[in-house]
Antibody, heavy 119, light 107 residues
Framework: EVQLLESGGTLVQPGGSLRLSCAVS????????MTWVRQAPGKGLEWVST?????????FYADSVRGRFTISRDNSQNTLYLQMNSLRAEDTGFYYC???????????WGQGTLVTVSS | DIQMTQSPSSVSASIGDRVTITCRAS??????LAWLQHKAGKGPKLLIL???SLQSGVPSRFSGSGSGTDFTLTISSLQPEDFATYYC?????????FGQGTKLEIK
């Protein structure tokens, strides 16, 4: 059974930093590109970032997070990361990780981790 | 960026009803469209990819159609577990973009 487990979400002050993790099991992690998607309270889904399958792979970011967030992966630990710096109130929400298949369709999803940016 | 416009934003329906949700892209995305189901407290679930391919394990009452700029998700006979929010998503170009969502409620 494929499982994705996000962690690291918490309350953080504006301007602060946080690192989210996504532990993946049940598949060959190194073969999959990975994606982060978020949902602000009362809003819809928003794509955040994607990384291709190889360690240190190509990365893609939403304009709203480029320069502040960094996606990375450790294929030896089957873990995806999202380093979030200079956090803003509008970064508040649930963050989901997902494995992606052809043309980056997100097929397996985690349950999400909640990030709250507030003073 | 490619804008995805879904309609309706909400719909009320009964068990057994047929429901159709539409999604329009601001430019040609070929068949690079997904439909996802999202329930509160859970991660989203991929239903349809490449506009019309049913993801493994998804019931056959779900179907997708369209290409280019106009797409449709149809649920042929609503079941209790289908009440959720549905999103279209384009993967043609980065940044990937979602429609604003359609909330499917019980009538």
């Amino acid at each position: 059974e494929v499982q994705l487990l996000e962690s690291g979400g918490t309350l953080v002050q504006p301007g602060g930093s946080l690192r989210l993790s996504c532990a993946v099991s049940g598949l060959t992690f190194s073969a999959y590109a990975m994606t982060w998607v978020r949902q602000a309270p009362g809003k819809g889904l928003e794509w955040v970032s994607t990384i291709t399958s190889r360690h240190g792979g190509d990365t893609f970011y939403a304009d709203s997070v480029r320069g502040r967030f960094t996606i990375s992966r450790d294929n030896s630990q089957n873990t995806l990361y999202l380093q979030m710096n200079s956090l803003r109130a509008e970064d508040t929400g649930f963050y989901y990780c997902a494995t992606t298949i052809i043309r980056y369709f997100a097929d397996n999803w985690g349950q999400g981790t909640l990030v709250t940016v507030s003073s | 960026d490619i804008q995805m416009t879904q309609s309706p934003s909400s719909v009320s329906a009964s068990i057994g009803d047929r429901v159709t949700i539409t999604c329009r892209a601001s430019q040609d995305i070929g068949s690079w469209l997904a439909w996802l189901q999202h329930k509160a407290g859970k991660g989203p679930k991929l239903l349809i990819l490449t506009a019309s391919s049913l993801q493994s394990g998804v019931p056959s009452r779900f179907s997708g159609s369209g290409s280019g700029t106009d797409f449709t998700l149809t649920i042929s006979s609503l079941q209790p577990e289908d009440f959720a929010t549905y999103y279209c998503q384009q993967t043609s170009n980065f940044p990937q973009t979602f429609g604003q969502g359609t909330k499917l409620e019980i009538k």
